[in-house]
């Protein structure tokens, strides 16, 4: 088996690093309002409901934009719609830092702030189009792993804005993505399947059963990390009691620990298959739920469970996206942004059932028997489609087809593909 280096070396690794840059400072941009919330509701008194719009608006639209991007990257090429969508968030930052005084003005910002949630599937086929299908589980775990930036905002913004004023931080972040722009317009470049003026061909993907089959997988490896990720300072704060300074050091733990590992299963997945790695995914992150449900009244014993959760979905979102370049090797972007919008919303579902079950019952045993019943589902549709899967456009257990370089088809139809081998 290659090593990650010499797998690293079989494509162009600067346009991975743009790939990987541009998508780490994206998500940061989706989670900022959410990060500086704290501030700005304290300086202007703000209420839930006007705290709730600032932080959704960005995710909403992120998730809204991501298809749209993806189909414009089809057509006109995942760099130029990088570059475009790059440049476009500076000049949004630039704004408010100079002009969104008020909590109005910053409401306008965050449609645009959406666009780096949004740029994950364009990110992602940018990245794992200029690598060749065996390599191309690593090369997804490791743009994947650019949610990174969504876990340094948190951590960073706040001291940033106590110190220079909460308008400063956007000031600051529009210096911060120049570095994206310089490396997508100088390093990078389109990949082999980069472009097709025929975006109405690529269109068939989003009516294919694979897509959802992937998309609820989705909703599980990034939804369920996404909203364990919000859930989780509220959850170790009421639970356990736990100061809130002490429940967002668990939390950061937590999500880092998931960040990591996708890139590591991004590369377990090109050696032993993605279908074979999510399905442990699936089967450690169901049983993980139901133990942290039980045990909900024990710190240690839930916090062991919760970080061996995360390390699964952050292996999983590595494998799942492993599948995707293999499966629409000339439409990934579309593809993939489609993924990531149905994973996106699905990331809303967790906390408002977790916060219905401690409404209605005084516990959260029931969202965490509910996420694990869908972890469940979602292995059983798995393992049924697994079953075409290779026998069209993958090897057994999800693993890319030989020869490295030679992509299947988006048909079904394999027998283009089986005439090679």
Same mark, same amino acid.
Request: charged residues 10%.
């Given at each position: ?17 743009? @790939? ?26 703000? =209420? %839930? ?8 608006? %960005? ?17 006109? &090429? ?29 409401? +306008? ?11 994950? &599937? ?16 690593? @090369?997804? =775990? ?44 100088? #390093? ?26 992937? !998309? ?37 733990? +937590? ?10 299963? &991004? #590369? ?5 298959? &993605? ?38 979905? =952050? ?17 990934? @972007?579309? #593809? ?71 992509? %299947? ?9 089986? !005439?090679?081998?």
């Amino acid at each position: 088996m290659p090593s990650a280096l010499s797998q690293l070396r079989q494509g162009h690794w600067p346009t991975l690093l743009a @790939a990987f840059v541009f998508f780490d400072c994206g998500s940061a941009l989706w989670v900022l309002n959410g990060a500086l919330m704290p501030v700005i509701a304290d300086r202007y008194a703000l =209420g %839930p409901a006007d705290t709730g719009l600032l932080i959704s608006l %960005p995710l909403l639209s992120g998730a809204l934009l991501s298809l749209p991007l993806g189909l414009l990257a089809q057509r006109i &090429g995942r760099r130029r719609v990088a570059l475009a969508s790059t440049a476009l968030l500076i000049l949004a930052l630039l704004w408010a830092w100079a002009w969104a005084d008020s909590p109005a003005r910053l409401l +306008a910002l965050g449609p645009l702030l959406g666009l780096g949630g949004a740029g994950f &599937g364009v990110a992602l086929s940018l990245g794992a189009g200029s690598y060749p299908p065996r390599a191309q589980g690593l @090369a997804t =775990g490791i743009v994947g792993s650019g949610c990174l930036g969504a876990v340094l905002v948190v951590l960073l913004a706040p001291p940033l804005a106590e110190r220079a004023g909460w308008q400063a931080v956007y000031g600051v972040a529009a210096l911060l993505l120049l570095l994206p722009l310089g490396l997508l317009a100088l #390093a990078a470049r389109e990949s082999r399947s980069g472009r097709s003026p025929h975006t109405a061909a690529h269109l068939h993907c989003l009516l294919e059963r694979d897509a959802w089959a992937l !998309s609820l997988i989705h909703v599980v490896t990034f939804g369920g990390f996404v909203g364990l990720s919000v859930l989780l300072p509220s959850y170790y704060h009421q639970q356990f009691g736990l100061p809130p300074v002490q429940a967002g050091q668990l939390t950061l733990l +937590a999500t880092l620990l998931g960040v990591a590992l996708r890139a590591v299963g &991004g #590369a377990l997945a090109d050696r032993i298959g &993605g279908v074979r790695l999510l399905t442990g995914v699936l089967s450690v992150v169901a049983a993980t739920l139901v133990g942290c449900g039980m045990a909900e009244h024990a710190l240690v014993p839930s916090t062991l469970l919760m970080l061996l959760c995360f390390a699964a979905l =952050g292996l999983g979102h590595g494998a799942l996206f492993q599948l995707v370049p293999l499966r629409w090797p000339q439409s990934t @972007a579309i #593809a993939a942004s489609l993924i990531a919008a149905v994973g996106a919303l699905g990331g809303g579902l967790l906390p408002n059932v977790m916060a219905l079950s401690l409404q209605r019952t005084g516990s959260h045993l029931g969202g965490f028997l509910a996420f694990a019943a869908l972890s469940i589902l979602t292995l059983g549709v798995l393992r049924i489609a697994q079953m075409r899967w290779t026998r069209t456009w993958a090897e057994r257990g999800g693993r890319a087809r030989a020869p490295a370089w030679q992509m %299947p088809s988006d048909e079904d139809d394999p027998v283009s593909v089986v !005439s090679l081998r």
